[in-house]
RNA sequence: GCGGGCGUAGCUCAAUCGGUAGAGCGCCAGAUUGUGGCUCUGGAGGUAGCAAGUUCGAAACUUGUCGCCCGCCCCA
């Protein structure tokens, strides 16, 4: 027996219309807020995502699946939706479009580590990407957008929003981070000691006790914001709470990928164990230069759909049901089975969605089998219905029994 | 990469002191000959994760190994 890879599951017959009803929740908060579909290839250059993502992330150092193709290429399994976003973008010419170009994905991700509740090595994730606009009332409405979806849902989370500044005042505030950290290196991880050098931000977000001691005194990036990103983080905080969508300023939320400049933010449970954030995202100004391409505002949030879907389960949160056929139809002997067969075709091609038995069953058995699947109606096919061109169905609610001409079954059918 | 927990039927789980494997659910069939849900009866289904060891005897005890789960790190 050859079982499924760590960190991966499979989505079971019965399971699936949960994955639907996420989806198409997505597909139509997007159609709602304008948003185009792009799907990109699931491995792009390895490059893409050690200078997308960047290169002193836990994401690009330990956890990319990445090999080597059989012409010696380099490629990534996608860690995550963004840089493959922005190289769809800009490969595509698409600044030339008329601007904000609005996209959004569903998508497979893939990171190497140690499976654990809401977190594998292949998981899904519902993307927006927008490309072109630096108000902040595009954070807004993107903060809006997933607030939305998550509403629509059934979930409730709480929002953590913060700024972490653009480079010229991220560049003052990392100065001042080392300033304030430099003499207390030596009581700090191993961890910390390394961002120091590279992301002393990231030193703010870890986890450590003796770490998050230290850290709680450090100087907040919001009071280091240069008057641009102040007033940037200022007008967002306005619009939210002029849309009554409620948040909380979290300084401690920097994010785990390099490319996020001013805004970032996350939805966070508390439902669904240790790994919270069900959707997480910001602003990243800087990422399409650092690809190289002409500079220009972006900015973008991803949810985990494994993690939508726990948090659902694990508050009892409403799914549609599932689809069922409309009706069943049974045949006694091999002769009725035909005639069943040819009914259950010619449903069929009226859109109806109908079932018959492939097995052979008595048609008891078929009537159990049909009670399982939920079906509204039963019909039988028995030599007195061959005879007379007449079918029998059945209500399976009231239980009560018609007589309908061959030809009238569709009427029949539909006229409710 | 590190720490903790757990591996018995498709699923959820039992079995006194080590004595050679069970229930519920699910599945299939039947309860007088063409009709579901409730009930009853029967059936299929297990190399006890795997491998060593201790023992007359191991699902149980020991060791190793593999797998899963939860947590750390990090993130969706």
Same mark, same amino acid.
């Given at each position: 027996?050859?079982?499924?890879?760590? @960190?991966?599951?499979?989505?079971?017959?019965?399971?699936?219309?949960?994955?639907?009803?996420?989806?198409?929740?997505?597909?139509?908060?997007?159609?709602?807020?304008?948003?185009?579909?792009?799907?990109?290839?699931?491995?792009?250059?390895?490059?893409?995502?050690?200078?997308? #993502?960047?290169?002193?992330?836990? #994401?690009?150092?330990?956890?990319?699946?990445?090999?080597?193709?059989?012409?010696?290429?380099?490629?990534?399994?996608?860690?995550?939706?963004?840089?493959?976003?922005?190289?769809? *973008? !800009?490969?595509?010419?698409?600044?030339?479009?008329?601007?904000? =170009?609005?996209?959004?994905?569903?998508?497979?991700?893939?990171?190497?580590?140690?499976?654990?509740?809401?977190?594998?090595?292949?998981?899904?994730?519902?993307?927006?990407?927008?490309?072109?606009?630096?108000?902040?009332?595009?954070?807004?409405?993107?903060?809006?957008?997933?607030?939305?979806?998550?509403?629509?849902? @059934?979930?409730?989370?709480?929002?953590? !929003?913060?700024?972490?500044?653009?480079?010229?005042?991220?560049?003052?505030?990392?100065?001042?981070?080392?300033?304030?950290?430099?003499?207390?290196?030596? @009581?700090?991880?191993?961890?910390?000691?390394?961002?120091?050098?590279?992301?002393?931000?990231?030193?703010?977000?870890?986890?450590?006790?003796?770490?998050?001691?230290?850290?709680?005194?450090?100087?907040?990036?919001?009071?280091?914001?240069?008057?641009?990103?102040?007033?940037? *983080?200022?007008?967002?905080?306005?619009?939210?709470?002029?849309?009554? #969508?409620?948040?909380?300023?979290?300084?401690?939320?920097?994010?785990?990928?390099?490319?996020?400049?001013?805004?970032?933010?996350?939805? =966070?449970?508390?439902?669904?164990?240790?790994?919270?954030?069900?959707?997480?995202?910001?602003?990243?100004?800087?990422?399409?230069?650092?690809?190289?391409?002409?500079?220009?505002?972006?900015? +973008?949030?991803?949810?985990?759909?494994?993690?939508?879907?726990?948090?659902?389960?694990?508050?009892?949160?409403? *799914?549609?049901?599932?689809?069922?056929?409309?009706?069943?139809?049974?045949?006694?002997?091999?002769?009725?089975?035909?005639?069943? *067969?040819?009914?259950?075709?010619?449903?069929?091609?009226?859109?109806?969605?109908?079932?018959?038995?492939?097995?052979?069953?008595?048609?008891?058995?078929?009537?159990?089998?049909?009670?399982?699947?939920?079906?509204?109606?039963?019909?039988?096919?028995? @030599?007195?219905?061959?005879?007379? +061109?007449?079918?029998? !169905?059945?209500?399976?609610?009231?239980?009560?029994?018609?007589?309908?001409?061959?030809?009238?079954?569709?009427?029949?059918?539909?006229?409710?």
């Amino acid at each position: 027996m050859i079982n499924i890879p760590k @960190g991966t599951k499979d989505v079971l017959p019965s399971q699936s219309y949960k994955w639907q009803y996420v989806e198409n929740t997505a597909r139509e908060v997007a159609r709602v807020f304008n948003l185009k579909e792009i799907r990109t290839p699931v491995f792009e250059h390895t490059e893409l995502f050690t200078r997308g #993502v960047g290169d002193t992330t836990d #994401v690009v150092n330990k956890e990319m699946y990445t090999f080597e193709d059989k012409g010696g290429r380099s490629v990534t399994l996608k860690p995550e939706g963004t840089a493959g976003a922005a190289r769809l *973008f !800009i490969e595509n010419g698409l600044a030339s479009s008329p601007m904000p =170009v609005k996209t959004y994905y569903i998508t497979p991700c893939f990171r190497y580590e140690r499976p654990q509740a809401g977190r594998l090595r292949e998981f899904h994730q519902f993307g927006m990407e927008i490309f072109g606009a630096e108000s902040f009332t595009q954070d807004a409405e993107v903060i809006l957008a997933a607030s939305s979806f998550l509403e629509k849902l @059934g979930v409730r989370t709480r929002l953590e !929003i913060n700024s972490i500044g653009c480079k010229t005042c991220r560049a003052e505030y990392n100065a001042a981070l080392r300033k304030y950290f430099a003499p207390h290196l030596d @009581g700090m991880c191993p961890a910390c000691r390394a961002r120091f050098g590279k992301n002393p931000l990231r030193m703010l977000d870890c986890k450590e006790e003796a770490c998050k001691k230290i850290a709680a005194a450090a100087p907040a990036i919001t009071d280091y914001l240069c008057a641009d990103c102040a007033d940037h *983080f200022a007008g967002l905080k306005n619009l939210l709470t002029a849309q009554g #969508v409620e948040y909380t300023v979290n300084p401690r939320i920097v994010r785990g990928l390099d490319y996020y400049t001013k805004t970032v933010f996350e939805f =966070v449970s508390d439902a669904i164990g240790a790994q919270g954030t069900v959707c997480g995202g910001g602003r990243y100004d800087g990422l399409l230069e650092e690809l190289g391409a002409s500079p220009l505002p972006a900015i +973008g949030f991803a949810a985990g759909i494994e993690r939508l879907l726990l948090l659902m389960e694990n508050t009892s949160a409403a *799914f549609p049901e599932d689809g069922k056929p409309l009706i069943y139809v049974a045949g006694l002997d091999d002769a009725c089975r035909a005639e069943a *067969f040819k009914t259950v075709c010619f449903l069929r091609s009226k859109g109806i969605a109908a079932e018959t038995d492939h097995t052979g069953r008595s048609v008891k058995a078929q009537f159990k089998y049909a009670d399982k699947l939920g079906v509204k109606f039963v019909a039988v096919i028995g @030599g007195d219905e061959l005879a007379s +061109g007449e079918i029998k !169905i059945k209500n399976m609610s009231s239980g009560e029994q018609t007589a309908v001409k061959c030809a009238d079954i569709y009427a029949y059918l539909t006229k409710e």
